[in-house]
């Protein structure tokens, strides 16, 4: 399994930036996939994720915010920003693993495959 994410940048508060990520390798036809971000100093947190059914789940701090999707077709996990604030400034991630239990979307324990992250950086 290999997951790339690019996206990632440079943007003003209240600004839009969509994050991609590129799946190779797997295979399994019942999933999860999710965006964690890391900012200095704190634990990696969830973000938002989806199954291989469609369903989504959000942190409520980007709840309205942000939108996770992902085109089957190109093997590629999308995640659009909008309304950004300074504090979600940090280094967001791609996960992957076999079907979880809902419970566990947003756990970084949860997954065991992992791209090597894009830098977003919301700042005037």
């Known amino acids: 399994e290999r997951l790339v994410e690019s996206g990632g940048g440079l943007v003003q508060p209240g600004g839009s930036l969509r994050l991609s990520c590129a799946a190779s390798g797997y295979t399994y036809s019942s999933y999860c996939m999710g965006w964690f971000r890391q900012a200095p100093g704190k634990e990696r947190e969830g973000v938002a994720a989806i199954d291989s059914d469609g369903s989504t789940s959000y942190a409520d701090s980007v709840k309205g915010r942000f939108t996770i999707s992902q085109d089957n077709a190109k093997n590629t996990l999308y995640l659009q920003m909008n309304s950004l604030k300074p504090e979600d400034t940090a280094m967001y991630y791609c996960?992957?693993?076999?079907?979880?239990?809902?419970?566990?979307?947003?756990?970084?324990?949860?997954?065991?495959?992992w791209g090597q992250g894009t830098q977003v950086t919301v700042s005037s």
């Open positions: 996960a992957a693993d076999v079907r979880l239990p809902f419970d566990w979307w947003l756990l970084p324990a949860g997954y065991n495959y």
